[in-house]
């Protein structure tokens, strides 16, 4: 269990719980106010991603100190972890209402829209988030963001994640004054900057995910897709027995390697049951 769980899941996966996602949460005047903040400043995110880039010239002893500091506040305002996809059916399982708009690190990275946040609610007219959002397209939004927010059905919204699942994007949860969660998103290496601070900067804003992937080797044929799609690069290749190898150790666990193999070659363990990983968040 990651230390979200612990602190505001009553020691089951704390994303799991629908507290979390509630209006009371939102009731919060200073969270509602980040979350008006943080949508409507692309260019902050952007020079914090500059910054970020910036920090790996510094000698190690900066870097190791403005990172803990760094971590330690985004724990406190804006966390992520990653979900596999059936977790997130659950999640939605207990929601009443989809929103989608466009990803606000896509539009910095590569100055395209490209729809992959979601917003869930548990009122079916969208609760106090939708409301939040629909201000947000009123007061800020242009250009690509115009059309930015969405209403979509369940089935849609799952149809949705099982496209972005084949696509090769990792799920994640993220929090706006943690514990409320906020956003589901998906994302990639390239082009969400919190995958780019976490895992090519070694500066962490998201936990990695709950399981750990693993081969089973008598059913792999081979094929190196898993190696295509991983986007944390958990995954070799034993040339000798022409196999594919996960290293539990770099695995994030968002299980999109077992969407992309046809022979059903790989599975999610818990992560806390293998040794290896069981520490690594
Ligand atoms: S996708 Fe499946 S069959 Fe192909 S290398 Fe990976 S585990 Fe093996
Ligand atoms: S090896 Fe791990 S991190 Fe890579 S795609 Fe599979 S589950 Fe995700």
Request: aromatic content about 10%.
């Amino acid at each position: 269990m990651c230390e979200f769980c612990l602190k505001h899941g009553e020691g089951k996966k704390w994303y799991l719980q629908a507290k979390n996602y509630s209006d009371d949460l939102l009731s919060d005047v200073r969270r509602r106010r980040f979350i008006e903040e943080f949508a409507s400043a692309p260019e902050s995110l952007a020079r914090d991603a500059q910054r970020m880039d910036h920090l790996k010239k510094a000698p190690r002893f900066i870097r190791n100190m403005i990172t803990h500091i760094i971590t330690r506040r985004m724990k406190k305002v804006h966390f992520g972890q990653v979900v596999p996809i059936e977790e997130i059916e659950q999640i939605f399982g207990f929601a009443n209402s989809f929103v989608r708009v466009a990803c606000i690190c896509r539009h910095i990275s590569i100055g395209k829209e490209k729809r992959y946040c979601y917003g869930i609610s548990l009122k079916p007219d969208g609760g106090m988030l939708a409301e939040i959002m629909r201000g947000l397209d009123k007061s800020f939004l242009s250009g690509p963001y115009a059309a930015g927010f969405e209403t979509l059905t369940k089935d849609e919204a799952v149809s949705a994640f099982h496209t972005h699942e084949q696509e090769g994007l990792c799920h994640s949860v993220w929090t706006f004054h943690t514990p409320f969660i906020g956003g589901i998103c998906n994302c990639d290496r390239s082009d969400c900057l919190a995958m780019r601070s976490t895992v090519t900067n070694s500066i962490p804003v998201m936990f990695r995910g709950e399981y750990v992937a693993k081969v089973n080797p008598e059913e792999c044929a081979g094929c190196r897709e898993c190696m295509r799609i991983c986007q944390f690069g958990a995954v070799t290749y034993s040339a000798s027995n022409k196999k594919a190898v996960i290293d539990q150790m770099w695995c994030y666990g968002c299980g999109v390697c077992r969407t992309v193999c046809k022979n059903n070659a790989i599975q999610l363990e818990e992560r806390i049951k293998v040794p290896v990983a069981a520490n690594l968040w």
